[in-house]
């Protein structure tokens, strides 16, 4: 049994100390070799070693030891025909040598295959068990209800709609001092690293600029106005930040100065969106046979690197409420696109400080147990692999604060990778990244990626009922460049959900309901979930595949255009809400450490459902009770001396060896990347 985790475990068996966690708290900031190659070739105006005053803290102080284990790891397969794990833990990228050194489906025996075991490890040998799940708000939401009421909150007297149309973004920004058009404030303040992206200059034009009317935010100007350095992308969503889910994104890219100028210095536009450009096509693996050496004008002598982002490269990520009935063309509802309401529950923010090429790190040699390098009050972490993630979420009142270093550690769980040697910083990271980063590697190619993130084009339904779909996209579903199908076709016949908690939401199974059904010529009526009996769940959960897939085949996740069906895609506005009133009891309690996905009653994928001959143990040798929420699982414990000590035990039931066609869902090499040009799946 292995683990992304076990290196740590193995290390301390062998006896070799990277970094003594616990006196760390005050260490000085040692800023490395390559800051003035970094300031040059930003144009940072900030001199050689300029320190962003961040100390070390060992994640074993936190309440939540393994909050950059995200929640949705601890989910339960439903004997395998769930697999939401592919889409992180994914060799894919890493045998592609494209920005990515952690594979984690059994390329690297240290890691193993995380599709196919809970090898969870500890820190250290001595540190709490990483198998319990400690995520209590996912697991019991009725306890944060009576956290909220003793906090004298009535959820029912909220007013939802008011509140996810309020502006708190706009205040926020007011904060940041210094000049918005630098990547750090350069003085210490809590909005410091607050990104400098004007709300008020939002939405980008039709090509994808952030332009605004001020100079003072604008670096070069062309007949449409100031040209921000912004960028908008507009990327595939699935299982995580759509509006199923309850969050929905907005994404921007800045690169420096140079990448905007010409040979002379001059700013030119052209220059720049040819250099955004390039830089697409080599994080998307798209430069070709004959590959551009540099990046172009002032740029050229920065080197086109597949797979990796130059440095001084930001991103702007304002993670937004739901608001079904915004989608960009009713004012009265908000200026943003795609269901995206004014009211943001985070701002987040990345800046590639650090030269990183995964390539010089080999798989399984990262050291989980070292420091969080960061700074609590001005809300930033260094993710250990070349770049500062800076975050802001609601406090609460609803206004945005700076992360703590604990909160932000769940974003290094997602945004990092594998580095190994002195100094020593907290890293992790999953298999889907490149260059520690989600969305480009997802952006549609081309021109129809380059604007505001739209989430599939959605137009909303002015007279839909609040218990209905409320809109319908625009768009289809595009082709993954390596399946020869649709991202989200695939996602449904491998999940059999909406999210990568495996969650069906009742307005998803409303509208199964009514397609799949034996007089419409399927095999069978949808099958409702049994929970009290195990060989009733697993049995509906493998017909819930099969006929899923059957309906996938006839093209009926598509409407007769080809776009997707709505009602799979954006909930009813009286679901939105209710989540939306959910999400903030977390805002209230300040519980984000807890777990920020509230569902209205437990995920079946979270209680016990397994058979006698496939089941396990409490830690403490505890039987588990049909039906019972899963807080923990058992862990090897026979012998001390040997590395996977203390590391899971439990295998998912995902099975390696069963065909796709058979109902397996096991995929070693999921790739995120699209077809190019872009290809949409047709209805048969």
Same mark, same amino acid.
């Given at each position: 049994?292995?683990?992304?985790?076990?290196?740590?475990?193995?290390?301390?068996?062998?006896?070799?100390?990277?970094?003594?966690?616990?006196?760390?708290?005050?260490?000085? *900031?040692?800023?490395?070799?390559?800051?003035?190659?970094?300031?040059?070739?930003?144009?940072?105006?900030?001199?050689?070693?300029?320190?962003?005053?961040?100390?070390?803290?060992?994640?074993?102080?936190?309440?939540?030891?393994?909050?950059?284990?995200?929640?949705?790891?601890?989910?339960?397969?439903?004997?395998?025909?769930?697999?939401?794990?592919?889409?992180?833990?994914?060799?894919?990228?890493?045998?592609?040598?494209?920005?990515?050194?952690?594979?984690?489906?059994?390329?690297?025996?240290?890691?193993?295959?995380?599709?196919?075991?809970?090898?969870?490890?500890?820190?250290?040998?001595?540190?709490?068990?990483?198998?319990?799940?400690?995520?209590?708000?996912?697991?019991?939401?009725?306890?944060?209800?009576?956290?909220?009421?003793?906090?004298?909150?009535?959820?029912?007297?909220?007013?939802?709609?008011?509140?996810?149309?309020?502006?708190?973004?706009?205040?926020?920004?007011?904060?940041?001092?210094?000049?918005?058009?630098?990547?750090?404030?350069?003085?210490?303040?809590?909005?410091?690293?607050?990104? /400098?992206?004007?709300?008020?200059?939002?939405? =980008? !034009?039709?090509?994808?600029?952030?332009?605004?009317?001020?100079?003072?935010?604008?670096?070069?100007?062309? %007949?449409?106005?100031?040209?921000?350095?912004?960028?908008?992308?507009?990327?595939?969503?699935?299982?995580?930040?759509?509006?199923?889910?309850?969050?929905?994104?907005?994404?921007?890219?800045?690169?420096?100065?140079?990448?905007?100028?010409?040979?002379?210095?001059?700013?030119?536009? =052209?220059?720049?969106?040819?250099?955004? !450009?390039?830089?697409?096509?080599?994080?998307?693996?798209?430069?070709?046979?004959?590959?551009?050496?540099?990046?172009?004008?002032?740029?050229?002598?920065?080197?086109?690197?597949?797979?990796?982002?130059?440095?001084?490269?930001?991103?702007?990520?304002?993670?937004?409420?739901?608001?079904?009935?915004?989608?960009?063309?009713?004012?009265?509802?908000?200026?943003?696109?795609?269901?995206?309401?004014?009211?943001?529950?985070?701002?987040?923010?990345?800046?590639?400080?650090?030269?990183?090429?995964?390539?010089?790190?080999?798989? /399984?040699?990262?050291?989980?147990?070292?420091?969080?390098?960061?700074?609590?009050?001005?809300?930033?972490?260094?993710?250990?692999?070349?770049?500062?993630?800076?975050? *802001?979420?609601?406090?609460?009142?609803?206004?945005?604060?700076?992360?703590?270093?604990?909160?932000?550690?769940?974003?290094?769980?997602?945004?990092?990778? &594998?580095?190994?040697?002195?100094?020593?910083?907290?890293?992790?990271?999953?298999?889907?990244?490149?260059?520690?980063?989600?969305?480009?590697?997802?952006?549609?190619?081309?021109?129809?990626?380059?604007?505001?993130?739209?989430?599939?084009?959605?137009?909303?339904?002015?007279?839909?009922?609040?218990?209905? &779909?409320?809109?319908?996209?625009?768009?289809?579903?595009?082709?993954?460049?390596?399946?020869?199908?649709? %991202?989200?076709?695939?996602?449904?016949? &491998?999940?059999?959900?909406?999210?990568?908690?495996?969650?069906?939401?009742?307005?998803?199974?409303?509208?199964?309901?009514?397609?799949?059904?034996?007089?419409?010529?399927?095999? %069978? !009526?949808?099958?409702?979930?049994?929970?009290?009996?195990?060989?009733?769940?697993?049995?509906?959960?493998?017909?819930?595949?099969?006929?899923?897939?059957?309906?996938?085949?006839?093209?009926?996740?598509?409407?007769?255009?080809?776009?997707?069906?709505?009602?799979?895609?954006?909930?009813?506005?009286?679901?939105?809400?209710?989540?939306?009133?959910?999400?903030?009891?977390?805002?209230?309690?300040?519980?984000?450490?807890?777990?920020?996905?509230?569902? %209205?009653? &437990?995920?079946?994928?979270?209680?016990?459902?397994?058979?006698?001959?496939?089941?396990?143990?409490?830690?403490?040798?505890?039987?588990?009770?049909?039906?019972?929420?899963?807080?923990?699982?058992?862990?090897?414990?026979?012998?001390?001396?040997?590395?996977?000590?203390?590391?899971?035990?439990?295998?998912?039931?995902?099975?390696?060896?069963?065909?796709?066609?058979?109902?397996?869902?096991?995929?070693?090499?999921?790739?995120?990347?699209?077809?190019?040009?872009?290809?949409?799946?047709?209805?048969?």
């Amino acid at each position: 049994m292995r683990s992304t985790l076990l290196w740590s475990a193995m290390a301390a068996a062998m006896g070799v100390v990277f970094v003594a966690t616990g006196g760390l708290a005050n260490a000085p *900031f040692r800023a490395p070799d390559n800051v003035q190659a970094n300031a040059q070739a930003s144009e940072n105006p900030h001199p050689p070693g300029y320190a962003m005053g961040g100390t070390n803290v060992s994640p074993l102080v936190f309440e939540n030891v393994y909050s950059h284990i995200p929640a949705q790891c601890y989910i339960e397969t439903s004997r395998g025909t769930q697999n939401a794990c592919q889409f992180c833990h994914t060799n894919g990228l890493h045998m592609l040598k494209l920005g990515n050194n952690t594979p984690q489906a059994g390329f690297e025996p240290r890691v193993g295959d995380l599709q196919l075991e809970y090898a969870f490890a500890p820190l250290l040998p001595s540190a709490p068990s990483a198998n319990v799940n400690r995520w209590e708000n996912v697991l019991f939401p009725e306890k944060l209800r009576e956290k909220v009421r003793a906090a004298g909150h009535d959820p029912a007297a909220w007013d939802m709609q008011a509140w996810v149309r309020e502006d708190n973004w706009s205040p926020a920004f007011a904060q940041r001092p210094g000049d918005v058009r630098e990547w750090d404030a350069g003085q210490p303040h809590p909005f410091r690293m607050f990104p /400098g992206l004007a709300p008020a200059d939002l939405p =980008a !034009d039709e090509d994808g600029f952030v332009r605004s009317d001020s100079a003072e935010r604008g670096l070069m100007r062309d %007949e449409k106005g100031w040209i921000t350095g912004w960028r908008a992308v507009n990327f595939m969503p699935y299982g995580i930040f759509t509006p199923m889910t309850g969050s929905v994104s907005g994404i921007y890219i800045r690169l420096p100065r140079i990448f905007m100028q010409n040979a002379e210095g001059q700013f030119d536009p =052209a220059i720049y969106a040819a250099n955004l !450009d390039l830089l697409e096509r080599a994080i998307q693996d798209r430069l070709g046979d004959d590959p551009p050496a540099h990046y172009l004008g002032k740029a050229g002598g920065v080197a086109v690197e597949r797979g990796l982002y130059p440095l001084g490269t930001e991103f702007a990520h304002p993670l937004h409420y739901v608001d079904v009935e915004a989608d960009g063309t009713r004012p009265e509802t908000g200026r943003f696109p795609g269901t995206r309401a004014q009211r943001v529950k985070e701002v987040r923010y990345m800046y590639k400080w650090s030269r990183y090429d995964p390539r010089q790190f080999p798989p /399984g040699s990262k050291e989980e147990s070292a420091p969080i390098h960061g700074h609590d009050e001005h809300g930033w972490v260094d993710n250990g692999a070349g770049w500062y993630l800076a975050g *802001f979420i609601e406090d609460e009142k609803g206004a945005l604060r700076p992360q703590r270093r604990e909160e932000l550690a769940q974003c290094i769980g997602c945004h990092s990778g &594998t580095v190994a040697g002195e100094p020593a910083s907290f890293v992790s990271g999953t298999g889907n990244t490149i260059d520690s980063t989600w969305s480009m590697a997802r952006k549609y190619p081309g021109a129809a990626g380059w604007k505001e993130m739209d989430y599939l084009g959605y137009r909303a339904d002015p007279a839909a009922a609040i218990d209905a &779909t409320p809109g319908r996209a625009a768009q289809g579903d595009p082709l993954n460049r390596f399946l020869g199908k649709g %991202e989200f076709r695939y996602f449904l016949e &491998t999940v059999v959900g909406a999210s990568l908690y495996g969650d069906m939401p009742r307005a998803i199974e409303a509208h199964l309901s009514r397609e799949i059904r034996r007089d419409q010529g399927y095999a %069978e !009526d949808w099958p409702a979930l049994d929970a009290s009996h195990v060989e009733a769940f697993q049995n509906a959960q493998s017909r819930r595949q099969s006929l899923l897939r059957a309906m996938t085949a006839r093209g009926r996740h598509l409407e007769s255009d080809g776009t997707i069906v709505g009602a799979l895609f954006y909930p009813p506005r009286a679901d939105a809400l209710a989540g939306a009133a959910r999400y903030r009891q977390v805002v209230v309690t300040q519980s984000y450490n807890k777990g920020k996905d509230v569902f %209205e009653q &437990t995920p079946v994928t979270f209680r016990y459902l397994r058979a006698a001959d496939e089941g396990f143990l409490h830690q403490d040798g505890r039987p588990y009770a049909v039906g019972e929420v899963i807080v923990d699982r058992s862990e090897h414990m026979d012998d001390p001396t040997d590395f996977v000590y203390r590391a899971g035990d439990v295998l998912t039931l995902i099975d390696p060896d069963k065909p796709f066609e058979s109902g397996g869902t096991y995929n070693a090499d999921y790739t995120p990347l699209l077809a190019e040009p872009l290809v949409f799946e047709k209805r048969p």
